[in-house]
Nanobody, 123 residues
């Protein structure tokens, strides 16, 4: 069982930046790590993912060009969020999967989830 712990959420004004961190207890078995978010009353939305061993990244259309996923260490992933908008307000979840043939956009393909961190963007 892989444990994922997010940090770095908070309150920021529109146009500002935040960096979220995710620390994994073990990434040896993980094929992808990534981020989803969920706003009140909305379904979970794919933010982005990284093929952990190779570094290939994938992003949701709503964040492409503004958000960047990076690997700090073998157990630490960052989500750099720039030019934040009020629509980015959500709980952000770090996710991981040991399955190689997944659809990176599908929340059900990720068995490991962190507890979530709140990001609030004020207008």
């Amino acid at each position: 069982q892989v444990q994922l712990v997010e940090s770095g959420g908070g309150l920021v004004q529109a146009g500002g930046s935040l960096r979220l961190s995710c620390v994994a207890s073990d990434t040896f078995s993980l094929y992808y790590m990534g981020w989803f978010r969920q706003a009140p009353g909305k379904e979970r939305e794919f933010v982005g993912a990284m093929r952990w061993s190779l570094g290939n990244t994938y992003y949701g259309d709503s964040v492409k060009g503004r958000f960047t996923i990076s690997k700090e260490t073998e157990n630490t992933m960052y989500l750099q969020m720039n030019n934040l908008k009020p629509d980015d307000t959500a709980v952000y979840y770090c996710v991981g999967t040991p399955i190689w043939g997944v659809s990176v956009h599908s929340a059900t393909d990720y068995p490991y989830w962190g507890q979530g961190t709140q990001v609030t963007v004020s207008s």
